[in-house]
């Protein structure tokens, strides 16, 4: 059976500086942005990529202005597309930024897949990177909120029938995407690899435009060059332009 992707708004994000999203890129402006969970439906229970944030910690710890509404909290996003949070039999998180991977907790019976790597850079990462990963004194970081469920694997992994997981570094140490054989394409969930369709599609300059932010920028050039050779349509992880759209069949 082929799958489908459903992108699910569960909040946005404003005011964030251009270049943060777009390396070296766009000095002087600003974007706003959603934060994106997506649903992989099929054969089998459903897959979720990415739980968004804790959006209580958001002004205080991070210094983010940030909007939720009560629509757009996981639980209830979920249960609009019919889906009840204890049938997901799998969370991948692309990575684990306090925005990405926030809500694992509300999956009780899911397995979360993530990279030994990312588990190993996000429990000490370099002094300034932590608080992107909760790394903090006043915080313990909300992915551990289910950690005991973690599933932690190295590389490239088929996780159901049609779904894999590859390792793109770059972004960060551990960072991966999903590829979806659906009806009509492959899809690459890209996480914050790519984070709006203007970085893969580049400029007059360069074929595609890294994230502002990453550990290691020749490993990102590796991952990106990875990309172009799957033959995957890239989905970015805070694009509206993937809400609005927000089936890929």
Known sequence: MSRTITALSVGRVFGLPKPSLTYLRGWGETLD????????????????????????????????RMEQTPAERPEAALQALGVDPAEVGVVVNTHLHWDHSSNNHL??????????????YATDPVPWHRRQFERVPELTAAWRRAEDRIDAIDGD???????????????TPGSQGVVVRAASARYLLAGDCIDRYENWLGDREDEHIPSGFFTDIVAYDDS????????????????????????FR
């Open 107 to 120: 999956f009780p019976n899911a397995r979360i897949v993530v990279q030994q790597r990312e588990l190993d």
């Open 33 to 64: 942005i959603p934060l994106i969970m997506f649903v992989i439906q099929g054969d089998g229970p459903p897959i979720v990529v990415d739980t968004g944030a804790d959006f209580d910690r958001a002004w205080e710890h991070h210094r983010i």
């Open 224 to 247: 990106l060059k990875r990309m172009e050779k799957l033959g995957c349509e890239v989905i970015p992880s805070h694009d509206p332009k993937v809400v609005e759209r927000r089936e």
């Open 157 to 171: 992994t088929e996780i159901a029938p049609g779904v894999s997981v590859v390792h793109l570094p770059g972004h």
